[in-house]
């Protein structure tokens, strides 16, 4: 076999042909014969019990099929962690966008003016909006205490280090919820018919989690639920829960009717209704030593979860083990906690919480180094971590990494200092500002702890009757490049060309349950299956004696024909199997978070006008260590995509609440940044490999949401010399700030310096 | 509502149909015609998903009426290409990381074929100009600008082979 020909190349995408004609079929394209649209009737308030449902007679009530909670087969809930979240409200209304009826009928015009002459009366009941609300108890809308979940971190005994501490400095940082604004809406068809069950094809990231949700909401056995991920058109985590919902609806609606519907949002409805990124809020407390060095701190993480638990307790989890960043504690202790308001349920989105305590840290580190009176990169050059130490998880580094010389190499490519020396002397004049940024960051890849021992993923690989390679496995493609990176791991692993290789369209019937597509685990973790289950087809067909060690990619073709035209089939599974010396607690948090980290090191440049307030980011640097890249168009694809979110994270999207429901849910008052908003993205990559992923290949999907935010901050207030805590960072919020500044006539001074 | 009989000139076909007056371009496309190509991200005219040509110019057909578009030649995505092959644009998008989900992907062809229409050599400022009509969530945009680049470059190496 030749060496890595495919791995490292740019092969062209496997759908792309389809996506540049507009031949790609989306849920939207899909037309079944004899198919309803469906729509859905949701509650106007956000807290109370439903008392009465009035259908108002100007619409024709029999033309249209109608479900309520009692139409619902089996158990009434969204099946994912918990099961708290019912398909329908039937009594109790929870937040403002809670599904209460379905609807559909043969017009999709006609369904607007149905929903509305839906009116339904309430007993209202007191609401709460805010974490503060929440933690404080006086309503209590979730459980007995409002709260989701807790963790707690512990390493070392930071109680200790008070005393010992030089400096001891705190802050309080906090980040806005986010619409995930994939361009696609969600949306699903469903079909049912008794002898089959039931049948969805919808804009989906985790065919298996729609798959159980189905099972437990249409009281079902496995086999007569089927799941179709169609072409997907974004995700970013918003379609990793919602979709069940959706599902659910659509199906209980086929149910009913007898006929196949079609739910898909507009862009208003999705907005509203669907999830979110958490709101979060982080304290810290560090004890640094004299020259800088951090002794030991007290994180405190807590997240709003919305009004039913979903997702809350991962993400959580995955904000806490993340709130350290790439830094050495001797001493933590992290608390975090997921609380409940009433407001849609937040979910997943591209970093998973890593954002949101990532921008804490990375925020409080110039603020550290500002009290320690050492530059923000000497501050963090002082305290990365190296390998051979532990994580606040007392995970021991394992991976060769060298922070200090991905600062070096960022610092160097950025101009950092000079622009630096630039910028300082410019500012002493004229109405517009400049300031450079710098975050350093890590993320982890796969699932958080036991997580990739529970789901146990399993792929296929396929040798096919023309003699051809077909991947059986449950990942999405929704952009990312799912589709072509496995193919090109098994056209490598097995030497053919890339060509040979296809995957199937994932469909529970068809593929394995090779786990969710989240958690930047997709080539790490279920791209090491697909090598392993693609050796599996030629280990099968050097036992059978029809192919060699080595074998051009034609001899390939016809062993593969041939085994197929004797034994009817050939097939490889391969399943995850946990590495042996990992050791994780799930009871005390401790120990391996993850099988691999990937490493960052980002800097903004910025100008902030004074006469709008308005911040442009001007130049940006992503320098990452990823392990090895795999494909190198779509790994800068993901790097420039998730810098650009990140960017409107910080500076462009900011979510407007009226009593739990978003106001501005629209694209034209909801921005996200354009072609015009955003500077060159400048893509750097470093290579160290990794023993975890296919080829040397570590995670890298989230990893570019985590370090625009605290950068882009950081390099404003090296603009303005004022302290920002907190995203999205507004113009008016800069205005504020600034007056406010002016008229106390002096600057902040940092808050406890001993 | 009333049908009314229209002729709408799409890729190069003449079609007449029978739409209601108040129907949208983007929707006579899709459900009438199954060219379903061109895509709704919103229905208000600020994501660019639907753009199509009109005579040339890129519109929104979300919010542009079908029966105002008669006697007009309108261009989706599903007539650039050509016998099959694909356009330069096209090949570009592909090639170089211009489409990651694709659901812009259709609405960016159409923009980025006015674009070069109009002004054979964009400077990037020009490109940033004219996509900035059109949303992507996806790509952050970079990829797109070398894409129009390559697809410019390769035109005009064609012309001057044709020559
Ligand atoms: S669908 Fe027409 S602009 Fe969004
Ligand atoms: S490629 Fe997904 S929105 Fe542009």
């Known amino acids: 076999m030749n060496h890595e020909r495919i791995v490292g190349t740019a092969v062209p995408r496997k759908e792309g042909r389809e996506k540049v004609t507009g031949k790609a079929v989306y849920v939207d394209d899909m037309v079944l014969p004899g198919m309803l649209y469906g729509a859905t009737v949701r509650s106007q308030i956000p807290r109370g019990r439903i008392k009465k449902i009035t259908f108002e007679t100007s619409v024709a009530w029999s033309e249209f099929v109608i479900v309520s909670a009692k139409d619902i087969p089996g158990k009434n809930c969204i099946a994912l962690i918990g099961d708290d979240q019912p398909c329908l409200a039937s009594d109790s209304i929870n937040h403002p966008e809670e599904p209460v009826l379905l609807l559909a009928h043969p017009d999709r015009h006609a369904l607007r003016k149905a929903v509305d002459a839906v009116s339904i009366e309430y007993n209202p009941l007191p609401a709460i909006f805010t974490m503060e609300e929440s933690e404080r108890g006086s309503e209590i809308v979730w459980g007995t205490d409002n709260v989701f979940k807790t963790y707690l971190i512990q390493k070392g005994n930071v109680d200790d280090v008070w005393s010992r501490a030089d400096y001891i400095i705190e802050g309080e940082y906090s980040t806005g919820a986010q619409e995930q604004l994939y361009i696609e809406n969600n949306g699903m068809v469903a079909a049912y018919d008794a002898k089959q069950g039931i049948t969805v094809w919808g804009s989906l990231q985790c065919p298996y989690y729609v798959h159980k949700a189905l099972m437990a909401l249409c009281d079902l056995p496995a086999e007569k639920v089927r799941v179709v991920q169609m072409e997907t058109g974004g995700a970013f985590g918003g379609k990793e829960d919602y979709p069940s919902m959706i599902a659910g609806h659509a199906a209980l609606l086929a149910m009913k009717s007898g006929k196949p519907v079609k739910i898909v949002y507009d862009r208003a409805e999705d907005m509203a209704a669907t999830t979110k990124r958490h709101p979060s809020r982080t304290r810290h407390r560090t004890a640094l030593s004299r020259d800088g060095k951090i002794l030991g701190g007290e994180i405190e993480f807590t997240i709003d979860g919305g009004a039913y638990a979903t997702l809350s307790s991962v993400v959580l989890s995955r904000g806490a083990i993340h709130a350290g960043g790439p830094y050495y504690w001797p001493s933590v202790r992290i608390r975090a906690k997921a609380v409940a308001t009433n407001a849609p349920p937040h979910g997943a989105f591209r970093g998973f919480g890593g954002p949101q305590s990532i921008f804490a840290m990375e925020r409080h580190m110039d603020r550290i180094a500002q009290v320690v009176g050492l530059s923000p990169v000497e501050i963090r050059r002082r305290n990365f971590l190296q390998p051979g130490q532990t994580t606040t998880t007392e995970q021991v580094v394992r991976e060769l990494i060298d922070l200090g010389k991905l600062l070096d190499r960022a610092i160097s490519v950025s101009e950092y200092q000079t622009k630096k020396q630039e910028f300082a002397i410019e500012n002493g004049t004229g109405a517009t500002k400049k300031g450079i940024g710098i975050a350093a960051f890590l993320h982890g890849a796969g699932f958080t702890g036991s997580g990739e021992r529970y789901l146990s993923s399993v792929v296929g690989v396929e040798g096919c009757a023309d003699g051809g390679v077909r991947i059986l496995v449950s990942s999405t493609e929704f952009g990312q490049g799912t589709k072509t990176v496995l193919c090109q791991i098994a056209a490598e692993a097995l030497g053919l060309r890339y060509e040979d290789v296809t995957i199937a369209q994932p469909d529970t019937t068809e593929v394995p349950n090779s786990g969710p597509t989240v958690a930047s685990r997709t080539v790490m973790v279920v791209g090491k299956l697909v090598e392993s289950a693609a050796r599996g087809i030629h280990q099968t067909l050097k036992l059978s004696g029809m192919l060699g060690d080595s074998y051009s990619a034609e001899e390939f073709r016809a062993a593969c024909q041939a085994y197929v035209a004797g034994h009817g089939q050939l097939r490889s599974w391969a399943q995850y199997d946990p590495p042996p010396d990992v050791f994780w607690d799930d009871e005390k948090y401790r120990g391996e978070a993850y099988a691999a980290y990937s490493w960052a090191v980002y800097i903004a440049e910025v100008s902030v006008d004074l006469t709008t307030y308005s911040v442009s980011v001007n130049d940006f640097v992503a320098l990452q260590e990823v392990g090895r890249v795999l494909h190198p168009v779509l790994a800068i694809g993901q790097i420039v995509g998730g810098v650009a979110q990140g960017i409107g994270f910080a500076l462009f999207e900011k979510v407007i609440w009226q009593q739990g429901r978003m106001q501005n849910n629209q694209m034209t008052n909801y921005i996200m940044p354009t072609s015009s908003d955003l500077p060159p993205i400048r893509v750097f990559f470093e290579e160290l490999g990794n023993v975890h992923g296919a080829f040397g290949a570590k995670g890298i999907g989230e990893l570019p949401m985590d370090g625009p935010a605290p950068a882009i901050v950081n390099a404003i207030e090296d603009a303005l010399g004022v302290r920002f805590d907190s995203i999205p960072l507004m113009p008016e919020d800069i205005y504020d700030a600034i007056t406010a500044r002016s008229l106390r006539g002096e600057d902040e001074v940092a808050s406890v310096i001993r | ?163």
């Open chain 2, 1 to 163: 509502m009333k049908k009314e009989l229209v002729e709408l000139k799409i890729n190069g076909r003449t079609h007449e149909l029978a739409i209601e007056p108040s129907a949208l371009l983007l929707d006579v496309l899709r459900q009438d015609l199954g060219l379903t190509g061109s895509k709704r991200g919103c229905d208000e005219s600020s994501c660019g998903a639907c753009t199509v040509l009109v005579d040339g110019v890129a519109m929104m057909s979300c919010t542009l009426l079908a029966a105002s578009c008669q006697e007009q030649e309108i261009t989706t995505v599903e007539g650039v290409s050509q016998h099959g092959s694909l356009a330069a644009i096209q090949k570009a998008y592909g090639d170089w990381g211009g489409a990651q989900c694709g659901f812009c992907t259709p609405g960016f062809i159409m923009t980025v074929k006015s674009l070069m229409a109009e002004n054979p050599d964009p400077s990037e400022a020009e490109v940033r100009a004219a996509l900035s009509s059109n949303l992507c969530r996806c790509t952050g945009y970079s990829q797109m600008y070398a894409a129009i680049k390559s697809a410019i470059a390769a035109e005009r190496n064609a012309m001057v082979e044709a020559k």
